[in-house]
């Protein structure tokens, strides 16, 4: 079964970082693209971030670019975002998702609240 | 970037209705659109990829159609469990985005 285990969430002030994991089981990690996607409190999907299987690509959503960036680990079946530079705009729900443009698995996600 | 526009932003119906929801592209995506399925407290479920093709598991009552920039979400006869909120995501061009929902809800 696959399962997407998302961790790292929490509440931080603007400016901070956080570092997100996903940890993944069930399939083998290097082969597939993987994504972040957030979600605001009570509004819609937002792609965030997509990494490929060799690491070659890194894509980035316009809103995080130059704060976020996107990892991963084969070794350790994990794929990371670090958050840096953080805004108020940031707060959502962050997805880890398999596919680099179709996601076909997604974890249960982790919270991010950026507030003073 | 390309923008997808969903209609109706929510709908009410009752069991074993035929439902129906829209996605607009800004431009041609060819049939590079997917549909998920998120339900309250859930993460999103794919259903439908490349416009038409089900996901493994998902039953047949679901359907996709469309390409270039006019797509379509069919359910043939709604059930109790389809009471959820509906997302379209084109994946032509990155930045990859998503409509902003359909809500399905009991009328």
């Known amino acids: 079964e696959v399962q997407l285990l998302e961790s790292g969430g929490g509440l931080v002030q603007p400016g901070g970082s956080l570092r997100l994991s996903c940890v993944a089981s069930?399939?083998?990690?290097?082969?597939?693209?993987m994504s972040w996607v957030r979600q605001a409190p009570g509004k819609g999907m937002e792609w965030v971030s997509t990494i490929d299987d060799t690491t070659t690509a890194r894509h980035y959503a316009d809103s995080v670019r130059g704060r976020f960036t996107i990892s991963r680990d084969n070794s350790k079946n994990a794929v990371y975002l670090q958050l840096n530079s953080l805004r108020a705009d940031d707060t959502a729900l962050y997805y880890c998702a398999r596919g680099f443009s179709t996601f076909d698995n997604w974890g249960q996600g982790t919270l991010v609240i950026v507030s003073s | 970037d390309i923008q997808v526009t969903q209609s109706p932003s929510s709908l009410s119906a009752s069991v074993g209705d035929r439902v129906t929801i829209t996605c607009q592209a800004s431009?041609?995506?060819?049939?590079?659109l997917n549909w998920y399925q998120q339900k309250p407290g859930k993460a999103p479920r794919l259903l439908i990829y490349d416009a038409s093709i089900l996901q493994t598991g998902v039953p047949s009552r679901f359907s996709g159609s469309g390409s270039g920039t006019d797509f379509t979400l069919t359910i043939s006869s709604l059930q109790p469990e389809d009471f959820a909120i509906y997302y379209c995501q084109q994946h032509d061009n990155l930045p990859s985005s998503f409509g902003q929902g359909t809500k399905v809800d009991f009328k």
């Open positions: 431009q041609d995506i060819a049939t590079y």
């Open positions: 069930g399939f083998p990690l290097r082969i597939f693209g």
